[in-house]
């Protein structure tokens, strides 16, 4: 039988298969641990419309939305989604969702909404199945629901689990930022992995 020869480029994404989960989830963990920075500090749910500094700017620190907690963990790594998102709706803002009639992009709002992060995520991201299978959700993706409400939210997977093998949730759903066991409680919306080389090369820094 003739010998199949595998064209160089296939071979080395073979061989460098085994290696691609464990850099995503080491960078995942990073992510992690700069979103568990909050616990403690982040006491309280506060969604009121605040005119923000930009670039960087961010609502007083014992206080905020589930958003703030994604803006927060990605800003340790030098990733402006404040900045990000508000530029990406100035270039493709037919792409966003069209829910708040606003009649331009607004920086003080724009990244702290759900739906918005969720288009970003998709469009500079990886987009993932919407699994009930826990094993599918890595530390560090990103996960929104609707809330029984009808209300979006959005959180970080931990990379710790609950004793039945869930991964617990850090999320700000109404007592500031807290890690707890919800990642199947919502309707899941969206599921994304967003690890940009900041990311990583921080996470090679420390030594993670």
Same mark, same amino acid.
């Given at each position: 039988?003739?010998?199949?020869?595998?064209?160089?480029?296939?071979?080395?994404?073979?061989?460098?298969?085994?290696?691609?989960?464990? @850099? *995503?989830?080491?960078?995942?963990?990073?992510?992690?641990?700069?979103?568990?920075?909050?616990?403690?500090?982040? /006491?309280?749910?506060?969604?009121? $419309?605040?005119?923000?500094? $930009?670039?960087?700017?961010?609502?007083?620190?014992?206080?905020? @939305? &589930?958003?703030?907690?994604?803006?927060?963990?990605?800003?340790? *790594?030098?990733?402006?989604?404040?900045?990000? @998102?508000?530029?990406?709706?100035?270039?493709?803002?037919?792409? $966003?969702?069209?829910?708040?009639?606003?009649? #331009?992009?607004?920086?003080?709002?724009?990244? #702290?909404?759900?739906?918005?992060?969720?288009?970003?995520?998709? #469009?500079?991201?990886?987009?993932?199945?919407?699994? #009930?299978?826990?094993?599918? $959700?890595?530390?560090?993706?990103?996960?929104?629901?609707?809330?029984?409400?009808?209300?979006?939210?959005?959180?970080?997977?931990?990379?710790?689990?609950?004793?039945?093998? /869930?991964?617990?949730?850090?999320?700000?759903?109404?007592?500031?930022? @807290?890690?707890?066991?919800?990642?199947?409680? *919502?309707?899941?919306?969206?599921?994304?992995?967003?690890?940009?080389?900041?990311?990583?090369?921080? &996470?090679?820094?420390?030594?993670?």
């Amino acid at each position: 039988m003739r010998a199949i020869r595998l064209k160089p480029i296939l071979v080395t994404l073979l061989f460098l298969m085994p290696c691609i989960r464990p @850099v *995503f989830a080491q960078s995942g963990h990073c992510l992690v641990e700069a979103a568990r920075k909050q616990i403690g500090i982040t /006491t309280l749910y506060d969604s009121k $419309y605040v005119v923000l500094n $930009y670039p960087g700017g961010d609502v007083a620190p014992d206080r905020g @939305v &589930c958003t703030d907690v994604i803006v927060r963990a990605y800003r340790q *790594f030098g990733i402006d989604l404040q900045r990000l @998102v508000h530029e990406d709706r100035r270039r493709k803002g037919s792409v $966003y969702p069209k829910l708040w009639k606003l009649a #331009r992009p607004d920086p003080n709002i724009d990244h #702290r909404r759900v739906p918005n992060l969720a288009t970003f995520f998709s #469009r500079h991201g990886q987009t993932l199945a919407t699994s #009930r299978q826990p094993a599918a $959700y890595l530390p560090g993706d990103l996960v929104t629901w609707r809330l029984p409400a009808g209300v979006p939210h959005i959180g970080i997977v931990s990379n710790r689990r609950a004793a039945a093998g /869930t991964p617990l949730v850090i999320h700000n759903i109404g007592l500031g930022a @807290v890690e707890e066991n919800v990642l199947f409680s *919502f309707t899941i919306t969206g599921h994304y992995r967003y690890l940009p080389p900041p990311v990583a090369d921080a &996470c090679k820094a420390s030594g993670a």
